[in-house]
């Protein structure tokens, strides 16, 4: 089956080469960087460090790697790859005097191989993202130690890899172990792959230090509705209105999971004539319904909310992490749908840190409830900070491993 999926592949090169240019010109891709798609780079190495190469698709991802990247950057040469173009300026806006930023170059053996004769890199860390057989695969071939962190199969690409279950083994065969993202994901790899599969937590979850401190506290209820998904916002904005209704002195802060959606969801707000203003257009935070329409903002306004939905929890995206919320003793409201985090929200419910609710309709009467009453509201909020503070991930075990894995041929 592999040797079909190399053959496609070169078959087509014409179209991914089209395909680039296009998006080149859309200003889609970088016009200076986009050769490193096909393996090339204008970047001087370190010649004098040991590459990790660290790859993680977007934001999200990358977001995760901050553990790897502070615990190995001084003693070894750090390339990051990512596939998006947001990612990349994220990476490079936030760890530039640490890493070197490449964009992953197409999954085409003759460009996988310009990337790996260019870089050599001694150990590659794949973070969570879709495995990519052609370089995967090499990697094995060219013996290049490889560790699949932080690893994920949804529910629905579970039932379709179960159907080519021996490729999934092939390709992971590669990868030195792989540790699972949860407890779920880790049964669900264990049936496709034969290789060593653990759970030592999500990576997402490492212990970081807060920098955030001394917001004022609003005498309003500042309800936050965090990475909501096309779709979602419809589900959600009617009640919403009914709210800010009921409640005068309520506000709230609306967060796309992707900010390009921002005028989208503001027009959306405009046509039903509610007091919506762009966060980055004010100056002073005085408003009824806040877009915030830029990356990088959402600890900042976890600290100014009491209540907090989580979306993706609505639109079968699997919602998204409620530790960071947890952290800043919010209220945590869930939807159904939560299986990227199913282990995570398992524990936050039984030990009553949020609340679960099945249809959109109940977000009035949940957030009624805990505007209404501030008992219910302090016990969700301290709960959900302590269990922010219990332990999600093994640090050390990891470290050890891949010390153990960069050390073996020093």
């Known amino acids: 089956m592999h040797k079909l999926y190399i053959l496609i592949s070169y078959f087509l090169i014409p179209v991914v080469l089209i395909n680039t240019y296009i998006r080149v010109l859309r200003n889609k891709e970088d016009k200076k960087r986009f050769r ?87 150990l590659v860390i794949w973070i969570e993202s879709d495995l990519w057989p052609n370089t995967i695969v090499r990697l094995r071939e060219k013996k290049i130690k490889s560790v699949f962190l932080n690893a994920r199969i949804s529910p629905k690409s579970f039932n379709r890899w179960k159907f080519f279950s021996s490729y999934y083994n092939f390709i992971t065969q590669s990868f030195s172990a792989i540790f699972a993202q949860s407890k779920n994901d880790l049964q669900r790899i264990k049936y496709l792959s034969k290789v060593n599969v653990e759970y030592i937590g999500n990576l997402k979850l490492t212990k970081k230090k807060n920098s955030l401190s001394g917001y004022k506290v609003s005498e309003n209820t500042n309800i936050m509705i965090a990475s909501t998904h096309k779709e979602e916002e419809n589900l959600i904005i009617p009640y919403l209105e009914t709210i800010s209704k009921k409640y005068p002195k309520s506000n709230f802060i609306i967060v796309p999971r992707h900010p390009k959606r921002s005028r989208e969801v503001f027009n959306l707000l405009k046509s039903k004539g509610l007091d919506v203003a762009y966060h980055s257009k004010l100056k002073i935070n005085q408003y009824k319904f806040l877009i915030v329409d830029s990356f990088g903002k959402m600890d900042e306004f976890f600290y100014k909310s009491d209540i907090v939905f989580l979306g993706g929890s609505f639109t079968k995206n699997g919602g998204h992490n409620p530790i960071e919320a947890a952290m800043a003793s919010c209220a945590i409201i869930t939807g159904p749908y939560v299986f990227n985090w199913q282990n995570v929200y398992e524990d936050m419910i039984e030990s009553n840190s949020c609340l679960m609710i099945n249809e959109p309709k109940e977000l009035e009467e949940k957030i009624s409830e805990l505007i209404e009453n501030k008992k219910f509201t302090n016990k969700f909020k301290k709960n959900a900070f302590a269990f922010s503070n219990k332990i999600f991930f093994e640090e050390e075990k990891l470290l050890n491993f891949l010390n153990k894995i960069l050390k073996h041929d020093a």
């Open 36 to 122: 490193e798609r096909f393996g090339f780079t204008n970047h001087k190495k370190f010649h004098d460090k040991d590459i990790i190469w660290i790859h993680a698709a977007s934001v999200g991802e990358f977001k995760s790697s901050d553990f790897l990247i502070n615990n190995f950057y001084k003693e070894y040469c750090i390339l990051v790859t990512t596939t998006t173009k947001t990612a990349s300026e994220y990476a490079l806006k936030n760890y530039g005097n640490k890493i070197i930023h490449q964009f992953a170059p197409y999954d085409i053996l003759i460009w996988i191989n310009n990337f790996l004769n260019t870089w050599k890199p001694k």
